[in-house]
């Protein structure tokens, strides 16, 4: 694992009704002894902003690749990228695992392409785990002479964990296309936070 998360400290900071995982039986034969499958059925990632695939209610398994984007119209994926497993959502891609190399990927079928996201999902968990705690946590003054002061202090908790990740896994912030850089654009300027947030009533004055 490039980074040390534990199923403990998900559900210390969300709660266990707000931890998502995914049982082994969803994933395809064999696939669910890959460290990837282990750490997203044992540990899972915090609900919000990333979003873990439903299994199929009849067969019980997560879909394929190829049963949800034509994979062969994307450049440069390997060419068993249709067996992999979606395992979740993030903006309009579809996150599908590679349970051989144990890397993510990001489907995006609006934009036509296909990007290697994250090394591992340990990256994937802490990614999801920083972004959704600073969405639940994160506290404007309320006061408006401070509003580009506030603004300028998340910017730079935003930039502060895209720089701390890229030096683990350089993957997810790798330029300002990536989808976990958009979602930080968006976290930057203010969106993405829920109502019940301490940001959001700031925000609501």
């Not at 879909?63 to 249709?82: H, I, Q």
């Not at 968990?125 to 002479?145: K, M, N, P, Y």
Request: net charge negative; proline share 6%; hydrophobic share 40%.
């Amino acid at each position: 694992m490039l980074f040390p998360v534990t199923r403990s400290e998900l559900v210390d900071v969300f709660g266990e009704e707000s931890v998502a995982v995914l049982p082994a039986s969803a994933f395809p034969s064999g696939g669910a002894d890959s460290e990837g499958a282990r750490l997203l059925r044992t540990v899972g990632v915090p609900t919000g902003t990333l979003l873990l695939r439903e299994p199929d209610e009849v067969t019980g398994l997560l879909p394929l690749v190829r049963e949800v984007v034509p994979a062969e119209d994307f450049e440069d994926v390997a060419k068993d990228a249709g067996e992999w497993p979606v395992i979740g959502w993030l903006l309009n891609a579809h996150l599908a695992l590679d349970p051989a190399a144990g890397t993510v990927h990001a489907f995006d079928a609006d934009e036509g392409n296909a990007r290697e996201l994250h090394t591992d999902v340990s990256s994937l968990i802490h990614v999801a785990l920083r972004f959704q705690r600073l969405l639940a946590e994160f506290t404007f003054s309320g006061d408006e002479a401070d509003e580009e002061a506030d603004f300028g202090r998340l910017e730079r908790e935003v930039e502060r964990i895209g720089r701390e990740t890229h030096g683990v896994d350089p993957l997810p912030f790798r330029d300002d296309e990536t989808v976990w850089s958009v979602v930080g654009e968006e976290i930057a300027m203010g969106q993405r936070f829920t109502g019940d947030s301490p940001a959001a009533r700031s925000l609501r004055g």
